[in-house]
Structures are given as C-alpha cells and as structure tokens.
C-alpha cells in the first residue's frame, strides 16, 4: 500500500514535469516566431519594432533616415513605435517592414525652382497686350508696333522655366493679389521699361479713364527747364492698387553742390540710397530696382556727377575705376535696404539683374547693330548655377533682397531690341539696349507676378 502512493506521487510529478517542459518549449517557439503564420499569435501592426533594431529584417529594408520620405504608413509606424517608450516592449515579427518595393525606381530628384533656368516656346497666344492700343501708357520710343519695323515675331514668345510653375498673367487676378498694396519701380530707363510693360499688362492695353495719375503724392511734378518729371504714378481704385517709376540712374543719392545755380554739379553719393527710397520706402509693398547701364564716363560727364564717398569728395583709387564705384553702390544699397526690412514685414524688394546690350560690329556710337530679326539665333535653353549677372547675384547673397535674374533669358532675344526703329532717333545709331513693346520685359514682369 504505501508502495502504491510512493508510485502514485512519483506519477504526478513526473506528469507536472512533462507538462512544464512542454510549456517551456511552446514558450521557446513563441519566442522564435514560428507560430506567427497561423495568424493565432498575431501582435499589433501598430507596434511592430524599428526595422533597424531586428534581426530578421533583410538587408533591403529602409533604415530610420530613409523613413523619414518615405510613403506615410511607414513613417507613422515609426512614429507609433516612438511614442509608446513607457509599454513592455513589443514583440519582433518574423517578417520586415519594407517602406518600398526594392525594385521600384526612385523618383527623380527634385530641382530647384528658379525662374533663371528654361527655354523659349512659340505661343501664338501672344502677346498680352496690343503696341497699337497701349500708346496711353506706352512711350512712342519703344512701341514698335508703330515704327516702320514689318517683323514682329519676336512678340510671339512666351518663357516656361525649366521646374517651376509659371501660371499666365492674368490682369484682374494680379490687381485682386495686390489689392491696398503699391508697386514701385526704382532705376534707369529699362526700369521704366518694365513699368510701362506692367501698366500694359494690367489694362489689356487698353484705355481706363478710372485709372488715377497720383504721381503729385509722389512729389512727381515738372520741374522748371525739365523735359518730364522724374517720376510717374497711377491709382487703381477698383482694388487701390498703386504702380509707380521714379528715375534713379544709380541708385544712390544725387545732390545739387550749388543749389542756387542751374549748371551746378552733383555729388554723387555712392554709400547712400537715393533720397527718393529713404522718404517713401514705408509706402511700397513691392520695390523692384536696377541700374547697370547708365554707369560710363560719357554719362558721368555729360550730367556732370562728381563721386563721394562719406560726405566728401571719393579719394579712393579702386573705387575710382566706374564699374567698382557701381558694385559698390549696389552692395551699399542692397545692405541698407536689409537692414530696413525688419522695420517694414509689409514689403518685398528685389534686385533686377543686367539686361544685356547686343551690339554687334561696334557700340551705340561706332556703328553698333542689332537689326537682325531671326527669333532665338544663339538656341532658345538656359541651364545656368548661377547668374550670368555675377555682381547682382554677389550683391544680394545672404540677404533678404530677392534676385530677379533676367540676364540668362534675355540675352537669346538680341531680335527684340529697338533698333533702327526708334521713332526720333539719330540716323546710322541702333538702339540695342532698350525692348520693343510688347516684347521681353513683359517676361521680366511675369516673372516678378510669380515671385509675388
């Protein structure tokens, strides 16, 4: 009998040691992931471990850097596993998490968005305004449209930047877009140029007895002996938008030396903005600047300006040489405006690059020519790193002041200048510098809109 219960005793203990091996092992395989594909033991998705982290996961599998541009669902996985640190940690799936087929052939890589770069196309859509209809706000000089010129090919392109979204200028959306704002156009003549070809784009060409001359609140008036004023100005009262000119050459600070008399010279103020920038910079939303052009010894004689430089006359040799005295104005000019843009958030600037001069077998006074009129000869594709305007891109790097680089795109338009056409010209001189309108500062505006 008491055999009986030893043997009875040793039976169960040997069943409960069985029965805790077999735990064991049933254990052991969970551990290895064996029973995962009956679906039984199924862990949430939602907490699968980093991918990084297992040693199943093949050698295909994203690592965490690639997760983050990768498709969503992956990316929030990664996230999930981030946020729940304080949980028991979850189990390891017997399977990986691939964020992409390995297949499947990347994307190519995004470029830069940058209006520089892109080709020339036909567009029989244009141009956007009529040279014959727009005579209200278009200077006689530059509509070529009533010249003897009988080519007007070079009116039927349009520029299509290489990765950027460039939408089609449309007058009363762009007015909505600057409802209560002004636009100020501050430079040479090819500034005017560009404000010509805006007050064109925005009517349709057309005559709009609403539109206001504001340009006395400007304080662009005749003044005595003054061919036109310095400046010209016009109201929108629809949307109280505001698109104005004011000449400035150079950019900086002219001043009378002897006020009293008519001849008098002009000291020019290199290190200082123009008097016109530093009164009325508070009023402008939008300020698009240029000079380059006018910056010569002809035109240093001739208007009899005199260079200073901290309020006295320059004594400085480099700067002497006219092309730096010009660089270093734009640098002095680009400088303050950065520094006043914190104290104006309302206002946008931006530096208009070089618009090229295509003179061929000699300059403006020795016979240069440029009345070619085969459209795009020298191809129609930009593909640049940087400016053709090296200084201006120079000038404002590391500033807030935007590039609005035309060089590039403008110099394949050597068919779209004035010419020999020019109404009032002097006989055997081509005008290659400024644009027939409509023609390729209408580009230049397009551009400016976009970046707007």
Not at 136 to 143: A, F
Not at 245 to 273: F, V
Not at 312 to 333: C, E, G, L, M, Y
Not at 375 to 387: F, T, Y
């Amino acid at each position: 009998m008491r055999l009986g219960c030893i043997n009875g005793l040793r039976f169960k203990h040997l069943k409960l040691a069985t029965l805790a091996f077999f735990m064991l092992f049933l254990l052991w395989k969970w551990g290895k992931g064996t029973y995962y594909g009956s679906g039984v033991l199924r862990p949430d998705p939602l907490f699968f471990t980093d991918p990084a982290n297992s040693k199943f996961v093949d050698q295909h599998t994203s690592t965490e850097a690639d997760f983050q541009s990768a498709d969503p669902l992956p990316q929030s996985v990664v996230k999930v596993k981030k946020q729940v640190t304080g949980a028991p940690p979850p189990l390891t799936t017997g399977y990986s998490v691939d964020v992409a087929d390995e297949n499947e052939v990347p994307p190519p890589e995004k470029k830069e968005c940058n209006y520089r770069n892109g080709k020339w196309v036909f567009d029989s859509l244009r141009p956007l305004y009529s040279g014959f209809g727009c005579k209200h706000w278009l200077s006689e000089r530059w509509s070529c449209r009533l010249t003897q010129r009988t080519d007007f090919a070079y009116e039927k392109f349009r520029w299509q930047p290489e990765a950027c979204e460039m939408p089609e200028f449309e007058a009363s959306l762009f007015l909505r877009r600057m409802q209560d704002k002004t636009i100020a156009y501050v430079g040479d003549s090819l500034g005017r140029q560009m404000f010509e070809s805006m007050m064109c784009m925005v009517t349709g060409g057309k005559q709009r007895p609403d539109v206001e001359d504001v340009g006395a609140e400007y304080g662009f008036v005749l003044a005595p002996a003054a061919e036109r004023p310095d400046g010209l100005a016009y109201r929108f009262p629809s949307t109280n938008t505001t698109i104005l000119y004011h000449l400035s050459s150079t950019l900086c600070e002219l001043e009378p030396l002897d006020p009293s008399d008519r001849a008098t010279s002009y000291a020019m103020h290199l290190d200082r903005p123009a008097a016109f920038l530093k009164n009325n910079l508070h009023r402008f939303h939008a300020l698009i600047l240029n000079t380059g052009d006018h910056w010569n010894e002809w035109n240093l004689r001739s208007n009899k300006w005199e260079m200073y430089l901290g309020g006295a006359p320059n004594s400085n040799r480099d700067i002497a040489v006219i092309r730096n005295a010009k660089n270093f104005t734009i640098h002095s000019v680009i400088k303050w405006l950065d520094a006043q843009l914190p104290h104006h958030p309302q206002l946008k600037v931006f530096y208009r690059s070089l618009s090229p001069r295509h003179f061929f077998n000699g300059d403006w006074n020795t016979g240069g020519r440029c009345d070619g009129t085969n459209p795009l000869p020298k191809g129609s594709g930009v593909h640049r790193n940087h400016s053709e305007d090296a200084e201006a891109e120079s000038a404002v790097r590391g500033t807030r002041i935007g590039l609005l680089d035309v060089t590039a795109l403008s110099r394949l338009r050597e068919e779209g200048h004035v010419s020999r056409y020019r109404i009032g010209g002097t006989q055997g001189v081509q005008d290659c510098l400024p644009w027939c309108l409509p023609g390729v500062p209408d580009t230049w505006n397009g551009i400016l809109a976009a970046k707007l």
